[in-house]
């Protein structure tokens, strides 16, 4: 079975799309030069042949700052449930070395926009070089958390955030999606599924997972408890507070916005 087949399959995703822009990326052009570290179940392997990499394993860029390319599987999970399509600008918020990036490219075509966001100087020097053939990515070599950013119809977040940069949530056009990874426990939490309706937000708290933190993230202290396992899988909608203030419905409560367990009924 081919590595995009076998990919979609993990993942639980049918999306000839997504299928055909993991066949068309090539992973080695976007890791450091061989051997490479790969990790699986937590158990590290060095490999330089190629074809190693060409499974759903993590790959070490930089095993001393935690940072690696992502699970495949996981991200084919992630994007189909965010559809990019033809034509759409998508924000991606710790873009590494670009791998994902460029599958996003693919998705949203010559006629789409990718604005990649890396903090790390190093990474973003690196992704812009990888990605100098792809026409409709721009790499910002800066973090993505509170400035304001392009409206957008995907926002794509591939770092851990205690809570959601308020911009993340203005820069959805309606229709927009937003994936982010929600820990609010160091280190650990749901992926939340963002959708926009007008100034309602939904949220859908998907698999748990672990990322690096958001770098440059200012991690505001909840004004209540952190919330609960409970409380995590109980979230349905989210808030800014100047659109909304937060009522009984609030089980996380943050700066500039809450989470609430209310059902936006769309």
Not at 12 to 30: D, L, S, T
Not at 54 to 68: C, E, F, P, Q, T
Not at 169 to 176: M, Q, V
Request: glycine share 8%; with cysteine.
């Amino acid at each position: 079975m081919s590595y995009a087949s076998e990919v979609m399959r993990l993942a639980g995703v049918e999306n000839v799309r997504i299928e055909k822009a993991f066949a068309q990326v090539p992973r080695e052009a976007f890791l450091p030069p061989p051997p490479w570290t790969m990790i699986s179940m937590g158990i590290a392997t060095q490999t330089s042949q190629v074809s190693d990499i060409y499974s759903n394993v993590l790959v070490a860029i930089d095993r001393k700052r935690g940072i690696n390319n992502g699970e495949p599987a996981l991200h084919a999970a992630w994007i189909d449930t965010l559809n990019p399509q033809p034509g759409e600008t998508v924000i991606h918020v710790g873009a590494g070395t670009g791998y994902y990036t460029a599958i996003l490219s693919q998705l949203v075509e010559a006629d789409g926009h990718v604005e990649a966001f890396e903090y790390e100087a190093d990474l973003a020097v690196q992704a812009r070089q990888n990605l100098q053939d792809y026409s409709n990515v721009t790499v910002h070599a800066e973090s993505a958390f509170g400035r304001v950013l392009p409206k957008a119809d995907v926002v794509y977040v591939n770092a851990g955030v205690v809570a959601p940069d308020v911009e993340w949530l203005r820069a959805l056009n309606p229709g927009g999606r937003l994936i982010f990874p929600w820990q609010p426990h160091k280190g650990w939490g749901p992926a939340v599924l963002v959708r926009r309706s007008g100034k309602v937000l939904s949220a859908q708290p998907l698999m748990n997972v672990g990322f690096i933190s958001c770098s440059g993230a200012k991690e505001s202290v909840s004004v209540r408890n952190l919330p609960t396992e409970a409380d995590l899988a109980a979230v349905r909608s989210i808030w800014v507070k100047g659109d909304r203030a937060p009522d009984a419905s609030a089980v996380a409560v943050y700066e500039d916005v809450w989470f609430s367990s209310e059902d936006p009924g769309f």
